[in-house]
C-alpha cells in the first residue's frame, strides 16, 4: 500500500523560502511522474511542479518559473519542492501527487495516489 506525506510547509514573508518534502512510502519509482499541486480557498487546484522519476525531467507552471525547483532522491523514494522568492500569491495548501502518466500539470493526468497535503501560507 503506497502512503504519500507532504511535509516542509509552514508560515513565511514575502521574499522567504521553504522546501516541501514528499515522501512515496510502499512505492517504488518507475520513471512515471510526481507532481506538487496547489489549492487556495476559493480557488480551483492547479498544477505547481513535476518531475519523471526516471529521467528527471521537469515541468513547471509560468507562475513558478525561476522560483520553485522539483528535485528527487531516488534512494528514498522522496520528491523535493524547493519555493523562493515566494509571494503572497503562493499561499495555499500544496499537494503531492504520485504515479502520474505525464507531467502535464493542467489536470487531465490521472495520478494514483495523493498526500493530504502541507499549508504555505506567505504574508506580505
Known amino acids: 500500500q503506497v502512503q504519500v506525506v507532504e511535509s516542509g510547509g509552514g508560515s513565511v514573508q514575502a521574499g522567504g523560502s521553504l522546501r516541501l518534502s514528499c515522501a512515496a512510502n510502499g512505492y517504488s519509482f518507475n520513471g512515471n511522474c510526481m507532481g506538487w499541486f496547489r489549492q487556495a480557498p476559493g480557488k480551483e487546484r492547479e498544477g505547481v511542479a513535476g518531475?519523471?522519476?526516471?529521467?528527471?525531467?521537469?515541468s513547471y507552471a509560468d507562475s513558478v518559473k525561476g522560483r520553485f525547483t522539483i528535485s528527487k532522491d531516488n534512494a528514498k523514494n522522496t520528491v523535493y519542492l524547493q519555493m523562493n522568492n515566494l509571494k503572497p500569491e503562493d499561499t495555499a495548501m500544496y499537494y503531492c501527487?504520485?504515479?502520474?502518466?505525464?507531467?502535464?500539470?493542467?489536470?487531465?493526468?490521472?495520478?494514483?495516489?495523493w498526500g493530504r497535503g502541507t499549508q504555505v501560507t506567505v504574508s506580505s
Open positions: 501527487a504520485v504515479d502520474g502518466s505525464a507531467c502535464w500539470l493542467d489536470g487531465s493526468v490521472k495520478y494514483n495516489y
Open positions: 518531475i519523471y522519476t526516471g529521467s528527471g525531467g521537469t
